[in-house]
């Protein structure tokens, strides 16, 4: 098994003020290292300096130094962690470590004493919470959430796109029927046209009459047309501007019926909030005070404090004892020394001093508490005075936009209407111009050409909507066609789902299948008599969450026994020998490793505290790990090291 962080390269460690190593360089090889030595060696103390520069906060500095620091060298890469010792106490963490998020590692690679997976068999943990511990679930469930709403989108985009294919026939249909009625128009307009040139024989024109005549005709159906769209547009229009001016009406009453805001109003709440606060962190301050005040007293009254008792003792010479028994005398009626001006007071007087401190503190707790629901109440009045406020300018300034539309409407409207009256005007000099010359000219002439103008016409409005069906046609198949790629869209959105719906239970089944897995073999590897059987139970119970029964995952462990008959029996953890819960635990960590792929990211598995286990069980369950991790560094004692085989890198001197 390989991992992405440089496998089969040599890695070089320096360490510097960490647990009890000065500074160290040590050299690890893939496989196995065994850090030999005896307790107090430091091997631990090496094994927290590849926990820190992994990404781990779980190591220690040294206790004299002010700065600790790791560098790991692995291939052609090199990581580092700095530990900086703070002045108020405590250690921060800083450099470029091998992991962002060490908890994976933490849990199933760091298998130290103290590891929370390996210590979970021995304290009878949630095994259940430790495998899904690192499992963002609300992350899982916001996703879900996410692709949910996708599908969605997309579950509408298909079904647009299936429409559009079941009305792609019936516009088809629709375009065979205007080519047919188009055929008929032209051959009804071609035989109207024979129909003209057969009377033109037998009357006396001259061309340019007829020509003429021709070209009245053709200039007053352009214009017929032209005032047909503007009085098309102009009704449109209107009934734009209609819409605008009652919406305009709307907004003038919905601003009419608003309450005003007083113009001070909103000055005066910012300025009560503000004395709120300062109230409320001066109520804060006290209330800190009098609190430290009055447990500094309750401990100096039990004795505590005995720097401050010494200090005492040292001013007056005397023994801290003496001192305390001046300060707590035995009946609380008789007198004492004030800790604070020296004075004699009675204890009494002290009780009754510390009673009126913790009556003020309560009182000012009550005071800050009212404080604080007055600021909320104003702070909720100030913004509701902000939400008016906005709404009120946001319906002014859509008054504003809407009577400048209005403006802009009216005059396209007017524009629009002496367009119109133009193009009427225009009508009828044409009309009076054609009637002029058909006045001159035969009846049944002038008719025929009447009824040939008609089906031009006719047959303009018919190649207008054959083209519009077409280009409908055309979109209607563009979006037939986006079909099959929004299918393949969802199917692949639908597997995700699924896999983030099942990712939680996978998980418990692997880590489960895991460990049986593993134990099996281990068992059987390291024999241990009468331990036939351990293995983990997948099941669910209920469990109260507030007043609500929910079901519940839970983790069962099982030990099963033989007995010296050869009967097999269930047995508890609590009758497990020390090194078999240690076995069970260190399992119980790699199968974690295996299901969360911890060797993906964490070149390192560490192992220390063996000693519970004898050393050919050691040697056996290390030859095993070998096999999952690239880099395995284990602690052990000289005796138990020298069961593991010797072509294992040692190091003897940390």
Known sequence: MQTSRAAGTDASVYVS???????????????VNVLVGRNATNRTSFLQSLMAVSGSERASL???????????????????????????????????PVLKDPELADLFAFLLEDNEARRAIATKGDLRDLVMRPVDTEAINDRIDELVAERERLDDEIESAEAANRRIPELEERRVELEDEIAEKREALEAKQDEIDEADAGVEESKEEKSELEDALDRLNDRRAELERVASRLENERSSLASVREEREDVEQTLEEM?????????????????????????????????????????????????????????????????????????????????????????????????????????????????TSELEEVQAERNELETRVERRESLEERLEELGEEIEEREAATERLAAEREEAEEAVEELEETVEELEEGRHSAVLDLHREANELQFELNDLQDDLERVEEEIAEMQAEAD????????????????????????????EAVESFNEHMETVLDVLDYGNVSRVWIERATEQVREGRRKVEKTVFRLHVVRTGADGTAYEDTVDHLSESEREVIGLVFGLAGYLVHEVYEEC??????????????????????????????????LPEDAQALDDDYRRVTEI
């Not at 620091?69 to 800083?94: A, H, I, K, N």
């Open 603 to 636: 070149p390192f598995m560490l192992l220390d505290s063996l000693e519970a286990i004898d050393s050919n069980r050691i040697a056996a369950l290390v030859d095993y790990f070998h096999e999952y991790a690239p880099y395995i560094a284990v602690a052990l």
């Open 259 to 371: 309450e005003a805001v007083p113009e001070d109003e909103a000055e005066f709440l910012d300025e009560r909030v503000s004395s709120l606060r300062d109230r409320k962190r001066s109520l804060d301050s006290t209330i800190t005070q009098l609190q430290s005040l009055i447990q500094f007293n309750e401990e100096m009254l039990d004795g505590e404090h005995t720097e401050v008792l010494q200090l005492l003792a040292d001013e007056e010479g005397a023994e801290s004892s003496a001192v305390t028994d001046a300060l707590l005398p035995d009946s609380e009626h008789s007198g004492g020394r004030c800790w604070t001006c020296g004075s004699e007071v009675s204890m009494e007087d002290v009780e009754d001093t510390l009673d009126k401190l913790r009556s003020l503190a309560r009182e000012k707790r009550q005071e800050r508490s009212d404080v």
């Open 17 to 31: 003020n960490i647990g009890g190593i000065e500074e160290t360089t040590v050299d690890l090889t893939p496989g």
């Open 482 to 509: 986006r079909r099959e790629d929004l299918e393949a869209e969802r199917e692949e959105l639908t597997a995700e789902l699924e896999d983030l719906r099942t990712r939680i239970d996978r998980l418990e089944a």
């Open 62 to 96: 040294k206790g004299d130094a002010e700065e600790g620091r790791v560098e790991l060298e692995l291939g052609d890469e090199t990581f580092t962690r700095v530990l900086t010792r703070r002045s108020g106490g405590g250690v921060d963490f800083s450099g470029d």
